[in-house]
């Protein structure tokens, strides 16, 4: 399938229409009004090249927060409270530094320039959320998303010191458990989300429960 080319109206393509892959359409701007409304239908920007990609895969790959699993090491970190954890202190670095990522198999990132910006207008309107893991004053992990109700969609993290994203992740999933969302957007497989607990769920299934979930805070 061609993926569907996008004009400047602020509209999308019926997310079954998506291929294999889940790309589902080409083009547009990154304007808060199309990032909000592709979030609002479980649609995500990504750049492989100089326009925007817009995804929704089939299966997506979730997190129910109460299904977080926590390693016995990770435990013993957080008993001991081996890292500060704070949101919304630094949403400009946290994603600088995601950006900065050197993730194996990729050439590059997606986190382009025009990404950085247009998430930073999100941060500034309220949907944008960064949260942090420090040591001795230092940044050294953290991740951003969107909050939307109740649900997170999450967007990437880093660490520059071994499990601080991880327990800055478990930390923030543990906050959103306590306020009610019932769901945490993980788009795509990785193994160290898959060791946190996430798993597969069928777009549809997926779809269903953001037009719940995104309505309640």
Request: net charge neutral; hydrophobic share 40%.
């Amino acid at each position: 399938m061609i993926p569907i080319r996008l004009d400047h109206r602020l509209v999308f393509p019926d997310p079954s229409l998506a291929d294999e892959d889940g790309l589902l359409a080409m083009g547009g701007d990154l304007s808060p009004e199309r990032l909000l409304l592709a979030y609002r239908n479980g649609i995500f920007p990504w750049f492989s090249g100089r326009i925007p990609e817009w995804y929704c895969p089939d299966p997506r790959f979730v997190l129910f927060p109460e299904e977080l699993k926590v390693s016995r090491s990770m435990r013993l970190l957080l008993r001991r409270d081996a890292f500060e954890v704070t949101t919304n202190r630094c949403f400009l670095d946290v994603i600088q530094a995601c950006r900065g990522v050197i993730r194996p198999g990729q050439w590059g990132t997606w986190i382009t320039p025009s990404m950085v910006e247009a998430y930073v207008r999100l941060h500034e309107m309220g949907h944008a959320v960064s949260v942090e893991a420090w040591q001795e004053g230092t940044l050294v992990g953290g991740l951003y998303g969107i909050r939307m109700g109740g649900f997170f969609f999450g967007e990437s993290m880093f660490s520059r010191v071994s499990n601080a994203s991880k327990y800055a992740f478990i930390t923030h999933v543990r906050m959103l458990q306590q306020e009610g969302v019932g769901l945490v957007d993980c788009q795509v497989y990785t193994p160290h989300l898959d060791s946190l607990g996430a798993r597969f769920m069928p777009r549809d299934e997926f779809l269903e429960k953001l037009e719940v979930l995104r309505k309640e805070r």
